[in-house]
């Protein structure tokens, strides 16, 4: 089965800072990876699909890159509402697996 | 608007089984997968499994397989998933979620249900 590693596990980051989550598949799957967002206590959100494209409804301050194996995604300036858990997941294979997640948090 | 409406909490005691729905309204139920994911309190996501609403052909994750049954109604456009030798690990939040697109199995969740608490106690 095809593994995600997501890094870091967690961060601390200012309003307004630029932050960035990388996402490693075990193995190549083009561009088959999403990134979600998941509050406490609510269901994951999907922001990012096909790797770049940004879901409709949600901020261009958010993008996504890469393919193959290595991806990541961006946050251009960090707002309050963005604190939150990210997760990718990749839709290449059989599994539809998940990365272990990022926790973002206020320093 | 589309969206995806879960069954209320559980609690359950080891060994027994517990069935969960999903109903779908807003869309053509029939025109996209749909797929079952957990989180464990405290822990990150888990695919458990996915289901064609059309022809009811299913695909389980390794961990799952024996232990998980997904079906689904059209005529009230409500899939189901019922796992079965439940033990205290299984205590987690259950979540139904569609694929984002109606041409491929592949692809993104794009809307998810509220999530349905099962806890696992004796």
């Known amino acids: 089965a095809i593994q995600l590693t997501q890094s870091p596990s967690s961060l601390s980051a200012s309003v307004g800072d630029r932050v960035t989550i990388t996402c490693r598949a075990s193995q190549g799957i083009s561009s088959a990876l999403a990134w979600y967002q998941q509050k406490p206590g609510k269901a994951p959100k999907l922001l990012i699909y096909d790797a770049s494209s940004l879901e409709s409804g949600v901020p261009s301050r958010f993008s996504g890159s890469g393919s193959g194996t290595d991806f990541t995604l961006t946050i251009s300036s960090l707002q309050p509402e963005d604190f939150a858990t990210y997760y990718c997941q990749q839709f290449n294979s059989y599994s539809f697996t998940f990365g272990g997640g990022t926790k973002v948090e206020i320093k | 608007q589309v969206q995806l409406v879960q069954s209320g909490a559980e609690m359950k005691k080891p060994g027994a089984s517990v069935k969960l729905s999903c109903k779908a309204s807003?869309?053509?139920?029939?025109?996209?997968?749909m797929h079952w994911v957990r989180q464990a309190p405290g822990q990150g996501l888990e695919w458990m499994g996915k289901i064609n609403p059309s022809g009811g052909s299913r695909s389980y994750a390794h961990k799952f397989q024996g232990r998980v049954t997904m079906t689904r109604d059209t005529s009230t456009s409500t899939v189901y998933m019922e796992l079965s030798s439940l033990r205290s690990e299984d205590t987690a939040v259950y979540y139904c979620?569609?694929?984002?697109?109606?041409?491929?199995?592949?692809?993104?969740?794009?809307?998810w249900g509220q999530g349905t608490m099962v806890t696992v106690s004796s």
């Open positions: 979620a569609r694929v984002g697109s109606s041409s491929s199995q592949y692809d993104a969740f794009d809307i």
């Open positions: 807003g869309y053509t139920f029939t025109s996209y997968y």
